[in-house]
């Protein structure tokens, strides 16, 4: 699948150019004297050419730097990938490569997961509410199963599961969008302590074998502030297994969440950094000689600043003192702006032009809100150019959706001037094949 589309242009080095908010952008992220952006050494133009528009471009020299920066952050632990940032199944066998698991939530992530050749202690499976076809997939993977209820216990025993995890809530509450935040006290994920300590026995003595302890306090969190009050909580709880049942977990899962800057005025924790900041303050608070595995699990984190969306430029208008350009995509393809008011940035990414003012950047759907950035400096777009929309590895083709009986976009990876489809664009028949 690999075809050349390397622009044949000598990219300009990153340092070498004064545009900062390339910041944002993967590593390989380079605009030439012309304007033009180039990741893995292609061109934007030539990748919107070839596999047309909104296109999500993956670059694969960062997904593998990141990977690795976690595997050095804390080189014993478990890194296992948050496969609902985007399910994709080159991603998780370029993880997978690098010794990297993955941490699936529904029956499908599953299966992803299954198809990148990953299972046994490497594939995590989460879930509130997993259906006996679920439980019985994960444990034909041999998959460790994090058990989020007690009625779970059970049923997990009688799917055949061998080795499960405890999801505790450890009562935290994350400075993060509340439908993202999932380990308050009222949270609908995980169990309290007494509630834990009762799975981790009725476990025990339903022949399951519970190898540790999990806790996940949210996502985008920007600061390790509340994940270390939440590591606190983990080692009170797991003092508490062993004085109470004589049990000490063997993996300690401390989650993934590490947030992920999409516009230049955020400053967050890098993932890694975030990580190493858990561990070690995991390991100075615990009571015991024997220290557990550790266990992560970075998505947004680890695809996120990968990702690169490019639109194309349709209508411009002025409406209102509002300059707004539109786009040939937008909630249908990255939903995040509506359901948690994310904000991000763009750059013209086919040329170069003085300052234009500032435009509304809008979808091309019959909704009002359909706004993916609400007020960005631009060069004046014209009809027919590129946009460039940094940070949108995560969360956005993997929520994405057909309103409008929109088709889905199409994913790249590009490295050293070659792009690989690693998801094909849904066309109209796709959508017209599930109709009766
Ligand atoms: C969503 C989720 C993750 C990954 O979250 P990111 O914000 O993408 O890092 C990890 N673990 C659990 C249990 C999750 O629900």
């Known amino acids: 699948m690999h075809g050349a589309a390397g622009s044949g242009r000598t990219p300009t080095t990153r340092s070498a150019q004064s545009d900062v908010s390339l910041d944002l952008f993967p590593d390989t992220a380079t605009r030439d004297d012309a304007g033009v952006l180039s990741l893995g050494e292609t061109a934007a133009t030539e990748l919107a050419e070839r596999f047309g528009t909104p296109l999500v471009v993956y670059c694969e020299r960062t997904l593998v730097a990141q990977a690795q920066a976690y595997r050095c952050a804390e080189p014993d632990a478990l890194v296992v990938y948050g496969v609902k940032a985007f399910p994709n199944v080159a991603i998780l ?7 990297l698991g993955a941490d699936v939530s529904s029956l499908g992530e599953l299966e992803f997961a299954r198809r ?42 009688q799917a055949g599961v061998r080795r499960v995890l405890v999801r505790l809530t450890p009562g935290v509450e994350a400075h993060t969008h509340r439908s993202i935040q999932t380990a308050h006290d009222e949270s609908k994920f995980g169990l309290d302590p007494e509630q834990a ?67 230049p005025d955020e400053r967050v924790t890098d993932g890694p950094v975030f990580a190493g900041k858990l561990a070690e303050h995991f390991r100075s608070a615990w009571p015991d000689k024997d220290q557990p595995r550790l266990a992560f699990e970075p998505g947004r984190s680890l695809v996120g600043r990968a990702g690169v969306t490019l639109y194309r430029v349709g209508a411009t208008k002025r409406s209102g003192g509002v300059d707004y350009v539109a786009i040939d995509g937008g909630m249908s393809d990255n939903p995040r702006p509506q359901l ?13 032009a003085p300052p234009g003012g500032t435009f509304r950047v809008a979808g091309k759907h019959c909704e009002n809100g359909d706004v993916l950035i609400d007020a960005i400096d631009l060069p004046r777009p014209r009809r027919g150019d590129l946009l460039a929309v940094p940070a949108t590895g995560g969360y956005t083709l993997a929520m994405a959706s057909n309103y409008n009986a929109a088709p889905r976009p199409a994913a790249v990876l590009v490295a050293d001037g070659r792009a690989r489809l690693i998801r094909r664009r849904e066309t109209t028949d796709d959508l017209l094949a599930y109709e009766t």
């Open 197 to 263: 300590l009762g799975a981790l026995a009725a476990a025990r003595t339903t022949g399951l074998d519970p190898v540790g302890v999990h806790v996940h306090v949210g996502s985008q969190l920007e600061r390790p502030d509340e994940s270390l009050l939440a590591v606190d909580r983990v080692v009170d709880f797991c003092a508490r297994c062993r004085d109470e049942l004589g049990w000490t977990p063997q993996l300690v899962d401390l989650g993934g969440g590490f947030a992920v800057a999409q516009t």
């Open 116 to 157: 990148a050749g990953l299972g046994g202690t490497d594939l995590i499976v989460h879930g509130n509410n997993k259906s006996d076809v679920e439980l019985t997939a994960a444990a034909a993977a041999e998959a460790l199963v994090v058990l989020d209820s007690s009625d779970e216990v059970e049923r997990a025993q």
């Open 340 to 352: 948690y008011g994310a904000r991000y940035h763009a750059i013209l990414a086919n040329r170069t």
């Open 93 to 99: 066998r370029l993880f997978a490569g690098l010794g």
